[in-house]
């Protein structure tokens, strides 16, 4: 399978959010952006710092890291999937981080991120995450107990297992998605 190509004109347009405790980090997923053409940046070091940027500036993608002190990684994605002055629960967000246990990955995609990936991180493996989540973003789900990306990466109308949905659920799309 390819990887999916976007043309300089979208990522010279995409203003990203990189919410990390760590400045050095920051820097170095601003270098591997810069890289790929993109231009608008804002940084946070937590996720009360973050939120506010998300509800103040128009926000394209966010990139966070999963340890931070007071909110972590996973608690600020449910701020913006689901917090009543949220201006854009469907912004896509990869979570970046260095912990990379599956209880954490779950946890990360049982908040509504759109993707993860690990740290160390290459130039490759971030474009392919940002590609992605640009290109063919997920349609959105509601549930009494979600809200965010739809968890499931193929379709099989067959399965019947012990983690089929047994409740309804509400495909969601964005009133205002983002025109790239």
Known sequence: MGQAIISA?????????IVDD??????????????FGIKHFFD????????????HDAIDLIIVDYHMD?????????????ADDS???????????????????????????????CKPVTANELYKKVAGVINKPRAF???SGYFGPDRRRRKNPTYAGA?????AVE??????????
């Open 9 to 17: 004109n979208v990522f010279e347009r995409l203003r990203v959010l």
């Open 22 to 35: 760590n400045h050095h980090m920051i820097n170095i997923v601003k270098t591997i952006l810069r890289g």
């Open 44 to 55: 946070a070091r937590d996720a009360a710092e973050a939120f506010d940027v998300v509800r």
């Open 70 to 82: 007071l909110l972590d990684g996973t608690d600020f994605i449910r701020l913006v999937r689901t």
């Open 87 to 117: 201006p854009n629960p469907f912004v896509p967000i990869v979570m970046l981080t260095a912990y990379s246990e599956k209880t954490k990955v779950m946890k990360s995609r049982d908040a509504g991120v759109s993707e993860f990936c």
């Open 141 to 143: 789900v509601r549930s």
């Open 163 to 167: 983690e089929r949905r047994k409740q």
């Open 171 to 180: 495909f969601v799309e964005p009133n205002h998605p983002t025109d790239y």
